[in-house]
């Protein structure tokens, strides 16, 4: 390998850089995916301070001969949100513990790379109408959650290299698009300033917006980011690169968030999970950053790893309007300097090529269960129809009788319950958020309004958003249809919508009404936006609006009247469709760089609610034994017994289909009263009111153990007569909450099993989904396949992660989920180990079948020999 650690002078100042333009590669740098290049860079600089070697140089080169090698990987920084940072942090503040009871220095258990928390995801949609909603949200997200907030704020002074964005300030990765990123940032690298690529793993799978800005960057789990901040390299497989060349213009009409549904059904249906995937071509270069960071955001639903942009001239000047001059001037120098800065021309060696005319791109939606389902928004009726049908048959057309204000009112069968604009994929994107506002303002001139039944909501990203809606006079004309600003955060995509009024609960409960959400985010499984809507379809903000003023989803908005106005005469939704033209006449004036500046020069300091939570900075955390939110969970901790590779005589807890999303392993929402985690808050004194969600509550293992499986929709084919939490515990064959039944499997020493179709654990980077299954028992997942984040949690909780084989399903081999089964031949768990499962059903009969264990690297085998990365860790650093 060529010399290539050299200077680059920029400004005046000499930084050290590695240049992998002069790097030993047979067919040239140029030859390179812009992605491999930056993954190159990094192995190269590592190899320089003994943390990575020369073969590992080779592996990265080697991405189209021989993807899947191991390779250590050094991301710059972290990402976190408090969904999945406060796990994290209770994870940090127990191994302090943990370290002292070993005999160790607790301050080793410190962030060694800078960490970045945004509380974002806390905030629940209570209040949505009148122009204090925000306020009054707000107040009850501190009300709810100042407990999980004072342990944050203990972190931020008690730990080294760890900041914390306060409430209120918007979604993560649109802070982390629009302010925190840097595209190249200065580092010590062994004591001497370093250029750097800015690379970035987070807790939340939605990490990947920040692809759209030139960044390397990908949702992880929570345990893997706290090894990975303690300094331990994340050890990836080279990934495949998958080229998506772009060519052609949107047509009229069309936003970059139908053509994100577009690739999310194309890419999908393409197989690109664990793949990175890399636009280019001249499509690439038209589009702008706001359209690349909506396309980027959606990578988990299409299964990449990364939905890659490279940086080219617009995403300089993007980084120079949003206030970073410096880092612009630093990342167009080194870019350019090293050969990373994209070229039109070029077209470099991918392991495929493939390609999406922008011109065919159609008005889209997706749904109604997952956002790789996309739907020509005027084919929605006849899509909903078979929904209805195969739901509740024969109810096509009929209509639920309710009293709203005194007055009888009839509510369709799918009714739009829930209308919101909400979340990073949409808000980040001024050309659809002021679309959404002419849209409205139009709609309000001829008069028309949301049916009452529609619960509308307006919660942006970041607060620029305001800005520049107020510049253009349309956050008055978003409120006159209903569309009051309620929250700057998460929000309904992550199931924090609220409440739905009292007549559509009861409606759906005691009259068979099946009710419909329309929102512009990411996410849309089943009870994920709220247990009691039963179909939710992904949008542009656009159709959000367009869709509250139907009222109802069985509609054809693009060729049917969307309502009628004051006089009585129907209105088409093509007559109050606003231009491209005049969406960017108004951006044109309203959006300004300088509103990036005045909202993010004080971001971490806070409003005054947040200043005024008292905390002490102290290296031990102060647990508290009668919190209901923040427990130390000291049971990570406990040195597993016996042979982790021997497993006899388990029992499946659960059986499960295709697509089983963490959602379904481990809810976010509404916690249900009579579900073990509300029994369990009901028994500490909690009011229903209070529960909160199960998202706010990821603190306590107690509750989060008792919520593991408790997705009311989930289907354990153990019990195919209900749906929801349960499963038939073996041999009595007893119906009862699977978290029962693990505690009394648990109590009988017996080991757990899950058995799934493919892609077990798609969705969220939930460590939960991984924490919850290990502390019910279970050991092993036998699954067709695996989403990758969820993967990487099961070997992370030391729980084993195996694959059918050879085409064998849990149908072609005749299970039933009542055997007995016991998994041999697992060795010392090395990459490519295949292990024998023998399974014997109560009736004497014996299955034999191979399972492919899903460890990639040797470091992954030491976390399952170790029962976990927590326990590595601890013995590495003790």
């Known amino acids: 390998?060529?010399?290539?650690?050299?200077?680059?002078?920029?400004?005046?100042?000499?930084?050290?850089?590695?240049?992998?333009?002069?790097?030993?590669?047979?067919?040239?740098?140029?030859?390179?995916?812009?992605?491999?290049?930056?993954?190159?860079?990094?192995?190269?600089?590592?190899?320089?301070?003994?943390?990575?070697?020369?073969?590992?140089?080779?592996?990265?080169?080697?991405?189209?001969?021989?993807?899947?090698?191991?390779?250590?990987?050094?991301?710059?920084?972290?990402?976190?949100?408090?969904?999945?940072?406060?796990?994290?942090?209770?994870?940090?503040?127990?191994?302090?513990?943990?370290?002292?009871?070993?005999?160790?220095?607790?301050?080793?258990i410190n962030p060694l790379i800078p960490v970045d928390l945004v509380i974002d995801h806390s905030v629940q949609i209570d209040f949505w109408q009148g122009k204090n909603a925000l306020q009054k949200n707000v107040e009850m997200e501190y009300t709810r959650n100042s407990e999980r907030y004072r342990l944050l704020k203990w972190a931020a002074e008690s730990m080294d290299n760890f900041r914390v964005v306060p409430p209120n300030s918007g979604i993560c990765h649109q802070i982390n698009f629009e302010n925190l990123g840097r595209i190249v940032r200065e580092n010590d690298e062994g004591g001497t300033p370093t250029l750097i690529p800015d690379t970035v793993i987070g807790t939340d799978s939605h990490t990947t917006m920040?692809?759209?800005?030139?960044?390397?960057?990908?949702?992880?789990?929570?345990?893997?980011a706290e090894a990975v901040l303690l300094g331990q390299a994340y050890v990836m497989p080279v990934p495949e690169v998958i080229g998506v060349k772009l060519t052609g213009k949107l047509p009229a009409g069309v936003s970059a968030s139908d053509l994100v549904l577009t690739l999310t059904e194309m890419l999908r249906k393409e197989g690109v999970v664990g793949k990175f995937v890399e636009y280019f071509g001249p499509g690439?270069?038209?589009?702008?950053?706001?359209?690349?960071?909506?396309?980027?955001?959606?990578?988990?639903?299409?299964?990449?790893?990364?939905?890659?942009?490279?940086?080219?001239?617009?995403?300089?000047?993007?980084?120079?309007?949003?206030?970073?001059?410096?880092?612009?001037?630093?990342?167009?120098?080194?870019?350019?300097?090293?050969?990373?800065?994209?070229?039109?021309?070029?077209?470099?060696?991918?392991?495929?090529?493939?390609?999406?005319?922008?011109?065919?791109?159609?008005?889209?939606?997706?749904?109604?269960?997952?956002?790789?389902?996309?739907?020509?928004?005027?084919?929605?009726?006849?899509?909903?129809?078979?929904?209805?049908?195969?739901?509740?048959?024969g109810s096509a057309g009929k209509a639920v009788s309710v009293r709203v204000n005194g007055s009888e009112v009839q509510i369709p069968q799918g009714a739009v319950a829930i209308a919101s604009i909400t979340s990073c994929t949409n808000t980040s994107n001024p050309f659809v958020m002021v679309g959404a506002g002419l849209l409205a303002k139009k709609a309000r001139a001829r008069g028309l309004k949301p049916p009452a039944w529609v619960k509308t909501s307006l919660a942006p990203g970041s607060q620029v958003v305001l800005d520049y809606l107020e510049r253009a006079n349309l956050v008055e004309e978003l409120e006159g249809i209903g569309f009051t600003l309620s929250a700057f955060g998460c929000a309904t995509c992550i199931g924090n919508s609220g409440p739905l009024p009292?007549?559509?609960?009861?409606?759906?409960?005691?009259?068979?009404?099946?009710?419909?959400?329309?929102?512009?985010g990411n996410r849309n499984f089943e009870a994920r936006i709220h247990q009691k809507v039963r179909f939710n379809f992904l949008g542009s903000p656009l159709y959000v609006v367009a869709y509250a003023l139907?009222?109802?989803?069985?509609?054809?908005?693009?060729?049917?009247?969307?309502?009628?106005?004051?006089?009585?005469?129907?209105?088409?939704?093509?007559?109050?469709?606003?231009?491209?033209g005049e969406i960017e006449s108004v951006l044109s004036s309203a959006l300004k760089g300088e509103d990036y500046v005045k909202r993010y020069t004080?971001?971490?300091?806070?409003?005054?609610?947040?200043?005024?939570?008292?905390?002490?900075?102290?290296?031990?955390?102060?647990?508290?034994?009668?919190?209901?939110?923040?427990?130390?969970?000291?049971?990570?901790?406990?040195?597993?017994?016996?042979?982790?590779?021997?497993?006899?005589?388990?029992?499946?807890?659960?059986?499960?289909?295709?697509?089983?999303?963490?959602?379904?392993?481990?809810?976010?929402?509404?916690?249900?009263?009579?579900?073990?985690?509300?029994?369990?808050?009901?028994?500490?004194?909690?009011?229903?009111?209070?529960?909160?969600s199960y998202g706010s509550r990821r603190g306590n293992h107690e509750v989060m153990m008792r919520g593991t499986f408790g997705n009311i929709r989930i289907k354990n084919q153990l019990v195919p007569e209900k749906t929801g939490g349960y499963t038939r515990r073996s041999p009595k064959g007893e119906i009862e909450f699977i978290y029962d039944a693990a505690m009394e499997y648990a109590a009988a020493g017996t080991p757990l099993i899950i058995l799934a179709g493919k892609e077990y654990g798609t969705g969220s980077s939930r460590d939960w989904a991984a924490k919850g299954p290990r502390l019910q028992g279970v050991r092993a997942v036998i699954a067709e396949s695996f989403e990758r984040i969820h993967r990487s949690n099961l070997v992370g909780m030391g729980v084993l992660p195996l694959t059918f084989t050879g085409g064998d399903t849990i149908a072609s081999l005749g299970l039933t989920g009542f055997e007995t089964c016991a998994i041999r031949d697992l060795g010392d768990f090395a990459p490519g180990t295949v292990a024998e499962v023998t399974a014997v059903s109560p009736e004497g009969k014996t299955t034999r079948f191979k399972a492919a264990l899903q460890i990639y690297s040797s470091v992954e085998a030491d976390f399952i020999r170790s029962g976990g990365v927590l326990l590595h860790v601890l013995e590495e650093l003790k």
């Open 502 to 520: 009292d007549y559509i609960t009861e409606a759906v409960d005691n009259d068979g009404l099946l009710t419909a959400s329309v929102s512009s």
């Open 550 to 580: 139907a009222g109802r989803v069985d509609v054809d908005i693009m060729n049917e009247p969307i309502g009628k106005d004051a006089e009585g005469n129907e209105v088409f939704l093509k007559e109050i469709w606003p231009s491209s």
């Open 1 to 108: 390998m060529a010399m290539t650690e050299r200077n680059l002078t920029v400004d005046g100042k000499t930084y050290r850089i590695f240049d992998v333009s002069r790097a030993d590669i047979t067919e040239g740098h140029e030859s390179l995916p812009y992605s491999i290049r930056i993954l190159l860079e990094n192995v190269l600089r590592k190899e320089k301070l003994g943390k990575a070697s020369a073969g590992d140089i080779q592996k990265v080169l080697a991405y189209r001969s021989k993807p899947g090698q191991d390779i250590p990987y050094y991301p710059a920084r972290v990402l976190m949100q408090d969904f999945t940072g406060v796990p994290a942090v209770v994870d940090l503040a127990a191994m302090r513990n943990a370290m002292v009871a070993r005999g160790g220095d607790p301050r080793k």
């Open 602 to 692: 004080e971001v971490f300091k806070g409003d005054d609610t947040w200043r005024s939570l008292k905390v002490t900075s102290s290296e031990l955390f102060p647990w508290d034994p009668e919190s209901t939110y923040i427990r130390e969970p000291d049971l990570f901790f406990d040195s597993p017994e016996g042979d982790p590779g021997i497993l006899e005589n388990a029992r499946a807890l659960g059986v499960f289909g295709d697509s089983i999303t963490t959602d379904h392993i481990s809810p976010a929402g509404t916690i249900a009263a009579d579900y073990p985690a509300g029994r369990y808050l009901q028994e500490k004194g909690i009011p229903r009111k209070d529960f909160n």
């Open 210 to 224: 920040i692809d759209g800005l030139g960044i390397m960057g990908w949702g992880v789990g929570g345990i893997e």
């Open 284 to 393: 690439m270069s038209a589009l702008p950053l706001p359209d690349r960071a909506t396309v980027a955001n959606m990578s988990p639903e299409y299964g990449a790893t990364m939905g890659f942009f490279p940086v080219d001239e617009k995403t300089i000047r993007y980084l120079k309007e949003t206030g970073r001059e410096e880092a612009a001037v630093l990342s167009e120098a080194y870019l350019k300097e090293t050969g990373m800065f994209f070229s039109p021309d070029s077209e470099p060696l991918y392991n495929k090529v493939l390609h999406l005319d922008l011109g065919s791109v159609r008005p889209s939606l997706a749904g109604p269960y997952r956002p790789q389902d996309r739907i020509d928004v005027s084919d929605l009726p006849k899509v909903f129809g078979a929904e209805l049908e195969k739901n509740a048959p």
